[in-house]
């Protein structure tokens, strides 16, 4: 968000409601009020139906100070204030005006950032975590101190390494960031009664930022002034992936669109993006919000439009509901009467977002005797919730190297030397967009659970830089049985507003790390912190480093988490969301050019893990366990045969060799998806001694000729579970793919194809090859 120019709407907005602790006044249609008899009250009623007669009662003037976030309250019909934006990305968050800490909701409880919850793999848990700051965010609505609309998650591709966002989303893979963000939107909405589009939502979610948003501010250019060039092969395959399945899968009630261009066209003035894919394609049912202060952004800073009226028109015909800003509470008057904007378009726009308040329940009365009425101080913070925080921290960690040494016994090690710039993190361990925790455990105060514990930080701080107490945490690594490093990056170095221009570990700390470890009397553990990959190479091959560990920012548990793992309480089963390149990498790839795909000509080596094949420090996907597994296939079919619908259909004398059908990419649109599912069954052992959790991944190739012919990914994840295996023993996972989401590939021109021939399917040590072939007709 940029920081909102927040000029003082009371004069146009009145005070938005939440500002007094305890039980919360109705919103509207409270019992004896001055609407509760008229259609827009009656609950029976169909909720778009009651929308368009509250719409049609209001004044012109009255509907566009519904326009803007802090929007208005309507007095004579008994509607109070709203505060539309409110956060809740890993946890309840006070970064929106939406939502306030204090009396009774002092905090809520702060889970790791999403980066590190992608790492677990686990889907199951990224809905328990929503369904857990659903039950915060609704009890400190009840009390007056929140929202009901939370602009989270971030859904965005993490494209560059270097991005400061990257810590808020699921990481590179676009199956991943679509299948979080349907599971943690499920999670915090909880849809229930009615059909698709009309379900009644305990909060509303919205996926964030759309598109092709992934660069803050990098060697001059920012995302204010940014115009993202990008083929609609790569919005097709990448990053539009999460968005669909957000709304489609997910039924989010909110998208928000961001403050770049694509392709010279603002985000939020593009009616093909708005319009056309998320409310027409994808069938959204809910409303369209900008980025804060973006309409102002594409007048003001990208001079998109002549005039502040063609800004309104741009951005309201191209199906944008409600702005994050004061600029349509400001113009959207003098636009109408410039005939540049009519009423019918504000009316759609407030229909639209009153729609979703409706679902919400906003306009049923007493908030106490609705369903959720009964949430309050007592369900925030509860040990539940907090203990799925420690065990969501638990599962992000990632075991990046182990030399035999992890996990350490307490009775082996009792002294334990830690070090290092996070070695007593608190807020560090929440990353942003957070709020106020419940508490926090450090690092230090984890291991000391364990071991009794000598501590010197060895840097002051994250940045390292100048003169630093390295020699005195030397000395202490020289007193304990083992030396733990708890290092990595902090909002200093990545962040809203600020990309790195490294991936080297900040200031002195690489100094640190390999002092210690020419100094510890024993083994060294490196726990490292980040958002982003880091290049840690003089880590991994320096042999005195006996294991490393990730964590990402893992919340208010984190220390405790980092503990578990380390001394085996936790057996680490975390995979990386994310290629971790090496530093010279950055040096081919500008963050400013969007493209995915590699060009050898121009030596540009590609992103992800999908497209790029040169050198890693660790690859996508990968992860080490104290214990072994291996994968043997027990259900795959060999062939699958795409049925075409209607006169799509393929005579027997237009196909009628092999050959011919190798060559052949089918259109996703031509042919019958529901009928296109490959059942895949694998049976996992565990072959260690220890229990332990194991993600299968399926990766899939195409068909060469595909993969020439229409620039297909080197590979693509197209499904993944994650399971618990007890010692020496077999899990099954059954998996689905779906042919015409996952085996599909975009060609140039962004059409969907499923190539016809045979495709690869590697999991873990297996490949297993399926042949799909064309029914043909007349044989």
């Not at 793992?565 to 090496?582: D, S």
Request: neutral net charge; proline residues 6%.
């Amino acid at each position: 968000m940029r920081g909102l120019l927040l000029i003082p709407l009371l004069v146009l907005a009145g005070a938005a409601a939440g500002g007094v602790s305890g039980a919360r006044a109705p919103f509207a249609c409270a019992p004896g009020g001055p609407a509760t008899s008229l259609p827009f009250c009656r609950q029976l009623l169909p909720l778009r139906a009651r929308a368009r007669d509250l719409v049609a009662r209001l004044t012109r003037a009255e509907k566009v100070r519904l326009l803007v976030n802090n929007a208005a309250g309507v007095p004579r019909l008994g509607i109070a204030g709203y505060e539309w934006w409110s956060e809740a990305l890993h946890g309840v968050s006070d970064t929106g005006p939406g939502v306030r800490f204090g009396g009774a909701f002092p905090g809520a409880t702060a889970f790791p950032q999403v980066i590190g919850t992608a790492a677990s793999f686990n889907a199951s848990l990224w809905e328990l975590v929503g369904r857990a700051v659903s039950d915060e965010a609704r009890a400190m609505y009840n009390g007056g101190q929140a929202g009901l609309t939370f602009w989270s998650p971030n859904v965005n591709i993490f494209r560059d390494p270097r991005w400061g966002r990257g810590q808020e989303t699921p990481g590179e893979d676009p199956a991943v960031a679509g299948r979080y963000a349907a599971a943690y939107v499920r999670g915090l909405q909880q849809p229930y009664g009615g059909q698709r589009g009309h379900t009644r939502l305990k909060l509303a979610a919205c996926c964030k930022h759309f598109t092709a948003y992934d660069l803050d501010n990098w060697a001059g250019t920012d995302r204010f002034h940014f115009n993202a060039v990008v083929s609609r092969q790569d919005l097709e395959d990448t990053f539009n992936v999460p968005f669909r399945s957000c709304v489609v899968d997910g039924g989010a009630a909110s998208v928000m669109c961001s403050y770049n261009q694509v392709n010279g066209v603002p985000t939020c003035a593009d009616g093909d993006f708005l319009r056309g894919t998320i409310r027409g394609r994808w069938g959204l049912a809910g409303y369209i919000v900008s980025d804060c202060d973006s309409v102002d952004v594409f007048y003001s800073d990208q001079h998109y439009t002549r005039t502040r009226e063609d800004a309104v028109a741009a951005t309201l015909r191209a199906g944008l509901d409600l702005d994050c800003g004061p600029f349509l509470a400001q113009y959207t008057e003098s636009a109408v009467a410039q005939q540049k904007v009519s009423d019918a378009d504000i009316d759609a726009a407030v229909t639209n977002t009153v729609t979703v308040q409706m679902r919400l329940g906003m306009y049923d009365g007493d908030p106490a005797a609705q369903p959720f009425g009964h949430l309050g101080p007592q369900h925030v913070c509860t040990p539940a919730h907090q203990e799925l925080a420690l065990e969501a921290a638990r599962q992000s960690i990632v075991l990046l190297k182990n030399d035999r040494v992890l996990p350490l016994s307490p009775a082996a090690h009792r002294t334990v030397t830690v070090v290092g710039p996070h070695s007593e993190a608190t807020v560090a361990m929440i990353g942003n967009y957070a709020g106020k925790p419940c508490k926090y455990t450090t690092p230090l105060q984890g291991i000391g659970r364990y071991a009794q514990t000598v501590h010197q930080a060895g840097c002051t701080d994250v940045a390292c830089n100048g003169n630093q107490p390295i020699d005195a945490a030397v000395d202490a690594a020289r007193r304990g049985d083992v030396t733990i490093v708890v290092a990595g990056l902090d909002q200093k170095i990545e962040a809203e507003g600020l990309d790195r221009s490294s991936l080297l570990l900040p200031g002195r700390q690489a100094e640190l790390i390999s002092s210690v470890a020419k100094a510890s009397k024993g083994p060294v553990i490196l726990v490292l912190m980040s958002g982003g990959p880091i290049d840690i190479g003089f880590a991994q091959n320096d042999q005195r480093i006996a294991g490393i560990l990730w964590a990402g920012y893992p919340g208010q548990a984190g220390g405790q988490a980092i503990a578990d793992a380390i001394f085996g309480q936790h057996n680490p089963g975390g995979k990386l969301p994310v290629t971790w390149y090496r530093q010279d990498y950055l040096q081919k790839v500008p963050m400013t050019n969007m493209a995915m795909r590699a060009n050898p000509a121009k030596g540009y080596p590609g992103r992800t893990y999908r497209f790029y094949t040169g050198p890693t420090i660790h690859p996508f996907g990968y992860g080490l366990s104290y214990t072994s597994f291996t994968h043997s296939l027990a259900h795959a079919p060999a062939q699958l045969t795409v049925r075409l619908s209607g006169h799509h259909a393929v005579s027997s004398s237009s196909l009628n060799t092999t050959a011919h059908l190798s060559r052949t990419a089918v259109r996703v649109a031509h042919a019958r998806c529901e009928e296109l599912s490959i059942p895949v069954h694998v049976d996992v052992k565990n072959t260690g001694d220890r229990d332990g959790a194991h993600t299968v991944l399926v990766y899939a190739t195409p068909p060469e000729a595909a993969a020439r012919g229409h620039g297909a990914p080197v590979r693509q994840l197209v499904a993944f579970e994650k399971v618990h295996v007890p010692a020496s023993g077999t899990a099954r996972v059954e998996m689905g793919i779906d042919v015409c989401n996952d085996l599909s590939v975009a060609d140039r021109n962004g059409i969907r194809r499923i190539p016809v021939g045979e495709h690869s399917l590697m999991i873990g040590e297996l490949t297993h090859s399926i042949t799909l072939g064309l029914e043909k007709l007349g044989v």
